[in-house]
């Protein structure tokens, strides 16, 4: 049915046109329709091509902000105000009240074009969040997600459907479709500006995203900001300070060829983040991070220490740690496998023989912490044992070895979280993984895979000690 997803397209293209939505005829927006549907499952995706070749400072696209669906544009504004709905919930109610509109809805062409949910993890079922997720840095996020949404519908949502002064069609209000329109908002809403807050921008949403490499960025029109919005004969420009434009543009960064994809960017997002908010995600991501919790630390530790033992050198630590920027309770292990300095330095004060550990003053510690983060002490690569006035005990080899095996413990440890299959595993599995019929099991093993092989450089880093 490539016709429905055209006919879809050609409806928004003259939307746009009577919106005042600019779109340029350098680009062209392209339907992959997957052939099966007619109905309002939409069963394409769109993304964005170049017919010809687009330079740096080319603009592309010049959206009205009054085009863009918010809390200050929807015919349920004032249901919103009155509701003192903000933020998720103003916004999803927005979408919520314009879908239950139907073609009485002045996006309605738009609201065609969006698929009627994105599939992040959200609104996966929490047995598949606890199986595809185990582990992950989203795991515990995805979970907590689905129980603030709940309780926001329950809250926000449920007592305007019950509420007999809205008359509001409560088909259109349900948790799942309140679930559907977050999902929405999680994956395709920009900030706007102070007025609007954030929104549905209809076309900026229909470029993907692409890593570091993007070619277009979302901006205000910096001319007409300047210029202001006084004349401007609308009720609106009661609301739009003079320094606010009346428009978005999208605007070339990085020169794109013709008949190639025009990507955006949706930020500086490692793989976890992409998949919770947008539902994909990407391999070879350079943001990506793994952390470690405190409590696997303290668990590691009780190999070594009694408890008391082990209390004691976590609150020295943690006096330590009041002068350093560093306050919660995780430590990030770098894409190549480099863990925090604060990390190394707890690792250091737990590894210390015991009457090492009572010998030591603060300023000896402070000083062993300052040599971690120099690399005078721990760090790989011979040659920078400077000899500082701490070095000495932190630096023999004895110690420098524990603090490398408590670093492979604890990237055991933190592997253990995955639960289920191996490294390799998941390598083979994704290779027998369909990234469209099988998108959730896709993206997660990509999440899983980045994860696992930090982890493997991280113990790599530790024998490198
Ligand atoms: C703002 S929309 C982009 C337009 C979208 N392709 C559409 O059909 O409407 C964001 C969604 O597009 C998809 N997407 C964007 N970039 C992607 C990428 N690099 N790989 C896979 N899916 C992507 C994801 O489903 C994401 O939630």
Redesign the pocket.
Known sequence: MAAASSRTVRGFKRWMKSNGVECSDAILLVSSDDGDSVDSSRSF???VKALCDLKEGDVVARIPKQSCLTVRTTAACGLIEEAQLVGNSGLAVAIMYELSLGARSKWFPYLQIL?PF?DIPLLWPIKDIDYLLSGTEIHQAAREDKTLVYQDWKEYIKPLIDSASYELNSNFFTLEKYCAARSLIS??SFQIDEYHGFGMVPLA??????TAAENVHLTLDSDDAEGGMESVDDSDSFWTSRNESAFMEMIVVKGVKAGTEVFNTYGSVGTAALLLR???S?PDNPYDIVNVDLNLVIHWSSSLLTSRQSRKRLRLWRKLKQHSNHDTDYFEISHDGEPEAELMTLLHVMSLPEKEFDDLDHDAISAAEEAVRENLVFFPGGGNEKKSKTSKKPSSSLLRQAVGKALVSLADAREDLYGWGSLDDDIRSLERCCQVSEPKLYYSLLLRISERRIIQNLRSWAKGI
């Open positions: 995706s769109i993304y698929p994105e994956s395709r949403d229909l470029f993907n995203h692409k947008y539902g994909f990407e």
